[in-house]
């Protein structure tokens, strides 16, 4: 079977760079040394990657606070206000505000996107999808949501723009919302129109992954979205809520919990796979955990990407 | 608690301001805070301070504690603790309470927020009771009636990884269905094997207000139910007065589930999404509408809403909790149904600013009671 494995998100923080961060923080260290710090485990993630043999490697996104900052920080017209849950994890997250037009000022590639890791033609960015980002903003700009939405469309478009003169091979739209929430049909109208905006300015393999619900909340109309893979949280779903339908397209399969420290059984995954490979007829299959590693300790999610790199090889040996 | 309006601390204070390496600063607030809030013998301690390595950690803790008994007596609250002064946090210190619990490591919570988490990997037990010892300090010294806060046993399971339900429970083809079912066996077993037993030993110290802190109780809108059964299971055939602080969510998911609650009080935030500016009509307290939804479903405990938000430093005069409470009682359809607190514990503020904070409380709620 032909297999492709990648992470899904924010690597999980090292105790050593959560220590940098605090200390810089309180001026005990410099911004250069937190900088080696850093780079230490980015190279440390990026080669764990390498290692298990993944598809795509991504530089882990160690100094991304959360999946919106970096890219709020980067436009004009957004403000972060206090802590907000992010969906139902004991995680939080800064809430972007607009309070003006959104408009592009930085590129993540300024400072948040460690390409030096990662061979030219292997790198997986990624990026909030839009409507995730716009629903767990807050609006005090614009009139309509629909016109916010749209704005952070266009930024989006920009930063795939510049990270694909990095030589991307992937870039991930990660829309927790989407499986979290069942959108209505108005909503999944925009929340494809404006992903169809970014769609428009890329051409490396682009990935719609949803996580934090059932593959039914999204399944229905994601085949259907401007992408090249739709990603699913099979750790929320019954393989029946995938292989009902009629699958056009690729699937990324989040099969490794990304939320629980134990260890999945390598064996049982692959059966899983192969059995909703098997139902939906599909000849390619995406592998991934179902959501981003930063909810883990560092060393259980060093483990969890060696055991991506078990299964993708398990998987790859079926025939 | 009988009188309109009772005033209740909830959570912890920042730690006391003489806990500190600076000596010449532990000396002058101990000596400040000794004196203004009349802490019996503060001079000895002044005199321990003074002294290289007089005072053991316990003794320490010892004083911490007592000035904050009486930091939360001298601004007038009519239940109090000690400014949970012994504690720095409500999960890993629990745990260590526990059998069937091993740590994994670290987990962020936000920027660099971090926590050391578990994960159950056997049936829980509780290994020797907790905060004991705390308590019969604070009930020693206490000249109010005391109620003694205790991470809630969803909390504990929600905050934790889970790699002995879901193992055992395990039927893939529907994961969903399989980690509710562990969860709630997980939450349950908790409740009946750690807080249960915990909270009876804290009942036979003489405890007689205790409080479950359950900030994940609505972090998960389909397990709503799973809390409140883990909170009557927790408190089954015990005697005492049993509140709930839930802060900092959506209320309106915690229902209907949260009428079957058996808590006296359910202690929530208001403050935090409300005005400054006085009055009682509902564009003046549109962090109190929630309480609407407390009414119409026909809630039958008493509510604490916030009255002071614990996120800022801006003091609420004392006319603002009376409107704040005035306007609760309204919604609410009923005065006694309102009992006065902050949203959460004030342990991010000053003491300067948290006793201010707490003077207000006071004095507002005896404006409240005058004017009913």
Known sequence: MEVRAYLTGQFAKPEQLIKAYRDRAKGKISEQTLDEVLRKHVREVVGVQYASGLTYVSDGMLNWHDLFRPIVEGVGGLEVNGLARWFDNNFFYKKPIAVGELQFRRSITEGYVFNEYVKHGE?????????????????????????????????????????????????????????????????????????????????AELLLHTFYGPASNVIPYALDFPVDVVGVDMTLSKPREVTDYSITKPLCLGVLDGRNSMLEDVRALVKLCKRI???????????APNCELELLPYEIALRKTRLLGELNKALGEVE | M???????????????????????????????????????????????????????????QDWASLYGIRFLESAGLDVIYDGEQRRKEMYEYPVNFIEGFEFRGIVKVWDSEFYR????????????????????????????????????????????????YVRNIGYSNDPRRAKRDAKHEFVLELARGVIRPNIQKLIEAGAEYIQLDEPAAAAKP????????????????????????????????????????????????????????LGVADTKRPGFRVLSIFREQGAEFKVAPGVVDVHTDFIEPPELVRDRLLYSAKVLGDDE????????????????????????????????????
């Open chain 1, 123 to 203: 790198l997986k960015v990624i990026l909030p999808d839009p409507f995730t980002i716009a629903s767990m903003s807050e609006n005090q700009y614009y009139k309509r949501f629909e016109d916010m939405l749209f704005s952070y469309a266009e930024i989006l478009a920009e930063h795939v723009v510049n990270v694909e003169e990095l030589g991307v091979a992937q870039i991930q739209l990660s829309a927790p919302y989407m499986a979290f929430t069942r959108l209505s049909g108005d909503e999944v109208e925009m929340a494809s129109e404006a992903v169809r905006e970014i769609r428009k300015r890329t051409r």
């Open chain 1, 277 to 287: 490979a098997d139902d939906a007829g599909l000849r390619l299959l995406h592998v």
């Open chain 2, 2 to 60: 009988e009188k309109l309006f009772p005033t209740m601390e909830v959570g912890s204070l920042s730690k006391a301001p003489f806990i500190t390496r600076d000596k010449k600063r532990a000396i002058r607030e101990a000596k400040e805070w000794g004196e203004r809030l009349q802490v019996e013998n503060w001079a000895s301690l002044i005199e321990a301070l003074n002294t290289e390595n007089s005072l053991t950690p316990k003794e320490l």
């Open chain 2, 117 to 164: 988490k578990a994960a159950v990997i056997a049936r829980p037990r509780l290994r020797e009771p907790y905060h004991l010892d705390e308590f019969l300090f604070v009930k020693k010294h206490a000249r109010r009636a005391v109620k003694i806060p205790i991470t809630g046993a969803y909390t504990l399971a929600d905050w934790s990884f889970d790699e002995y």
């Open chain 2, 222 to 277: 389909d397990e709503a139910d799973i809390f409140v059964e883990s909170f009557n299971e927790s408190i089954k055939g015990l005697d005492a007065v049993f509140v709930v602080h839930i802060c900092y969510t959506n209320y309106a998911w915690l229902f209907p589930h949260l009428l079957d609650l058996r808590a006296e009080i359910v202690s929530i935030s208001c403050s935090n999404a409300d005005t400054r500016e």
């Open chain 2, 337 to 372: 149904k309102v009992v006065a607190c902050n949203d959460c514990g004030l342990r991010t503020r000053r003491w300067e600013v948290a006793y201010e904070k707490q003077l207000s409380l006071t004095r507002g709620a005896a404006l409240a009671r005058k004017t009913m």
